[in-house]
């Protein structure tokens, strides 16, 4: 789920699955066995449905498309969840209209194995929306996840209709194929790792869009690398800073858990601060535990059981 902003009012908008009927398996020229559903929502106490979303009609060869982000109405899809897949589009629901993007200038086919990681946002300088592409590459004596390897970066213009490459990020870090993105500020982060020494510590990595620059800040200093940890970037209910869902599967004999975080102010790391832990719910603490969705503008924090 996206939170989105049109005309002032703030849309949550909602990604799904259902299973296709049964007909739908005799088309032999197709092995999609899952139906995409995309819809609208007010952020009110209600949750009330603005509208429904239309899928864009383009073959896909992964089973679904993934959504990257949306920004002031436009949404940005990726067919990168399980194959090296080059398919990105922006799609405006509200006039049933969207772009293919052209082949970016890194693929298999140019530089071979590859981690990937995509950003969408709106260049206020430029007044253009860019598509931001970080693609780690897999040198041939190197394990991929060996914090060694370089990573790329290019930028889709909308306005020019073409891809540019940047210089190379550094210094190398590591980062997990997909990861979720919070464009805040002006820039796009993604959460990242790097050794130091002999240990891992996490961080952010920023970029701004505007001035095409690269920088960084710290995660909250209590945040364990030694733990099973998944993490999740999002935006806070103000839209003015970041937030951090923080998900341990086990910790020293205690999970699994989520910690909430958000950045009081903006790029001070001092300035984190945990909302709260979210435990599994039902029967003896037994259930599931919730998957943290999004903040909405109240500051609520939008779940998934």
């Known amino acids: 789920m996206e939170s ?11 990604h799904g699955y259902a299973e296709k009927p049964a007909y739908a398996f005799y088309d ?3 092995e999609e066995k899952t139906l995409e559903l995309y819809s609208l929502h007010y952020d009110n106490p209600a949750f009330d449905e603005h509208c429904e979303v239309e899928v864009p009609t383009v073959q896909l060869a992964n089973v679904c498309s993934r959504v990257v982000a949306t920004c002031n109405g436009l949404v940005c899809l990726a067919d990168d969840i399980m194959q090296y897949v080059n398919t990105h589009i922006l799609a405006n629901p509200s006039i049933r209209k969207f772009v293919t993007l052209p082949e970016p200038d890194v693929t298999y086919s140019t530089h071979g194995g590859y981690d990937t990681s995509v950003g969408f946002a709106f260049d206020a300088m430029t007044s253009d929306y860019k598509v931001v592409r970080l693609v780690t590459l897999w040198d041939e004596d190197e394990h991929p996840q060996d914090l060694t390897c370089r990573t790329v970066a290019e930028v889709f213009s909308l306005a020019t209709g073409s891809w540019s490459m940047l210089p190379d990020v550094t210094p190398r870090f590591e980062m997990y194929p997909r990861t979720s993105q919070a464009f805040v500020n002006g820039a796009l982060h993604w959460h990242a790792k790097r050794r130091k020494e002999h240990d891992l510590y996490y961080f952010i990595l920023i970029f701004d869009v505007g001035r095409g620059l690269f920088y960084e800040t710290m995660m909250p200093e209590s945040l364990k690398c030694d733990a099973p940890v998944s993490l999740q970037l999002s935006v806070s209910g103000d839209g003015k800073s970041i937030t ?4 341990y599967s086990s910790y020293f004999g205690e999970g699994p858990f989520c910690d909430i975080w958000v950045m009081n102010d903006y790029c001070i790391h001092e300035s984190w601060n945990k909302l709260i832990r979210l435990h599994p719910h039902g029967p003896e603490q037994g259930g599931l535990l919730p998957r943290v969705l999004c903040f909405r503008k109240s500051n609520k924090v939008v779940v998934s059981k």
């Open 244 to 247: 951090l869902f923080n998900l």
């Open 4 to 14: 989105n902003d049109q005309n002032d009012v703030h849309l949550l908008l909602f």
């Open 28 to 30: 032999r020229d197709s």
